[in-house]
């Protein structure tokens, strides 16, 4: 038998692989889906020639024909540049996305040898503080990039970027503390559970979307914010900074930045999935119910929690494939913000709603725990 701790290691490092190869994996899927999408909306045609060995299989090659360009491509480091914190920054941007993504749950839990396996690749109480924490890092990348890179244009957008998280990270934090005053707890996984196994009013699953709509709202268009995805990608803003603090970079440095920008959406899309719809649970039909009638079917509990696995992680992808396609679906829809609009949003708008639904929600829990005085 392995010694515990060693388990333990052996067991985290697992979990981190499989949550760093599904993000891995995201970004050449949403650039395919993001050109698709696009030509259907503008009613053009869209990638549909790079395959394998003669077959096109609808364009799904273009994302490696688009890897290998990139890696081809000429790198240069601007004379001018502080060339330190200019490699620096796509790298900070890249690993933030990457790093956030081990917080989500990607199941239940497993058993191997007796020894109960939370599926959570970092086992953290307050997990999506951690979430919080590691998505902010981000901004750092786009802001030393638009510094470093000795370009006007370029610092204006850092400086953009840094605003637009100090002024939506806040209503978002504060659309979130209605979801632990309701649940009563900073664990994802206990919040997952909460959300499983009763039904509201007879029918509707008990998701944090029904106990707290409007937390859910906000918590959506501040995601958009904290992306720097349309209509909110004003540190970018190519009408007037002709590309932000991309404006100086290329090659596979310019990639990093999407890479980090394609995780950071997976990872708040699965907080969205974990908090307010339920995570890894299908409704109607929770974890429990399904490992009941796995056992009584003669599968043992070791074996059915392992083919549970692979069924809740694909109903966590499947909810989170829905959010990544709403990203889609607004960055060829609306329109971007005027840089004023954006801020009057976050701070005259997300802001008062979210401390005015942070009062109610704390007073309904109070009353419904403790009756009327």
Request: aromatic share 14%; hydrophobic share 55%.
């Amino acid at each position: 038998m392995l010694n515990p701790m060693l388990f333990d290691l052996i067991a985290m490092v697992l979990k981190v692989a499989v949550a760093l190869l599904i993000a891995l994996q995201v970004a050449p899927i949403m650039v395919w889906v993001e050109r698709r999408q696009a030509a259907m909306i503008q009613r053009r045609v869209g990638p549909n020639r790079v395959g394998l060995f003669g077959f096109r299989m609808f364009g799904l090659g273009q994302p490696l024909a688009d890897t290998i360009k990139l890696i081809f491509k000429e790198d240069f480091v601007p004379k001018q540049a502080n060339k330190v914190f200019y490699v620096m920054a796509p790298m900070i941007t890249g690993l933030a996305g990457l790093v956030a993504i081990v917080g989500l749950p990607l199941g239940s839990y497993v058993e191997v040898f007796g020894t109960r396996v939370n599926l959570q690749p970092v086992e953290l109480n307050a997990g999506f503080l951690y979430l919080f924490a590691v998505s902010a890092l981000g901004v750092y990348g786009a802001a030393l990039a638009g510094w470093s890179s000795n370009n006007k244009y370029a610092l204006l957008g850092g400086l953009r970027a840094s605003a637009q998280m100090v002024s939506y990270e806040i209503a978002m934090g504060m659309s979130l503390l209605p979801i632990v005053i309701i649940f009563g707890t900073l664990n994802m996984q206990d919040i997952i559970a909460a959300q499983s196994g009763h039904l509201l009013f007879g029918f509707l699953p008990a998701w944090g979307v029904f106990y707290a709509p409007v937390s859910m709202c906000i918590f959506v268009v501040c995601m958009f914010a904290e992306t720097n995805r349309l209509p909110f990608d004003l540190a970018e803003g190519e009408a007037e900074l002709v590309a932000g603090f991309l404006t100086e970079y290329g090659s596979m440095r310019w990639s990093l930045f999407f890479l980090g920008e394609y995780a950071m959406m997976t990872t708040l899309s699965g907080l969205a999935v974990c908090l307010f719809f339920g995570g890894y649970e299908i409704p109607w039909l929770p974890q429990t119910r399904i490992l009941e009638l796995l056992t009584g079917a003669g599968l043992g509990r070791e074996l059915a929690l392992w083919v549970m696995f692979p069924l809740g992680l694909g109903v966590l992808l499947g909810k989170i494939a829905v959010f990544m396609f709403l990203f889609v679906q607004a960055r060829f829809t609306l329109p971007r913000f005027r840089y004023d609009q954006l801020m009057d949003l976050g701070w005259k708008i997300m802001f008062p709603f979210a401390l005015a639904n942070l009062v109610v929600s704390a007073v309904w829990a109070a009353i419904a725990k403790f009756g009327l005085p």
